[in-house]
């Protein structure tokens, strides 16, 4: 590995600075606040500057820093996932002009990431997943269950429901034990569904 003497780097970092003075290089901070709302520079955070070496925050604060969504459209369409504080993020600034900051990323060497595999899609917000498998299967889970389980019971209930004979002239009427039964699983849905 080639090593620049430090001299070098000092002459290197003086003649940056005489040429490009006002530049700035990308920096690591701890997310204060998220933003919230719909509007412009509504997805945005409260940010302090950490020191990359020890993560010590320092005493610079950046107020209304834009994040980088994941995508976004015209008309508020787009994929959020706001920050929680403390979260460490990279803010980056468009041309190195410290007058436009932007949150590039999460800092990777400090996110705890989630459960997953490789070759699968997953949103999640810690309790509740949403995933779609290498074989394309999508499957919808909650700290109270899942979307298949709560349909299965559904339809399970739906298919065995009997009825109370009819009497001449009345309508057919389902055992109460079969209403019983669907209403159970309409109970189960609503709790991984809104």
Known sequence: MLEIPANFQKLFLSWLNKAWPHRANPELAKVIKMNSGSGKNKYSACVRIVDPATL???DTIIDDVGISPIWAGKKGQGIYAPLEPGVLVIVDFIQGNQAFPFISSVYGQEYGAGSFSTGEFLITNGTTKIKISSTGLISLVSSAGSLKAALDQL????????????????PLTLNPASIAAIQAAKTQLATVME
């Open 155 to 170: 339809s399970d209930a739906v298919a065995s429901a009997t009825t109370i004979p009819a009497v001449s002239g009345t």
């Open 56 to 58: 010590e925050e320092t």
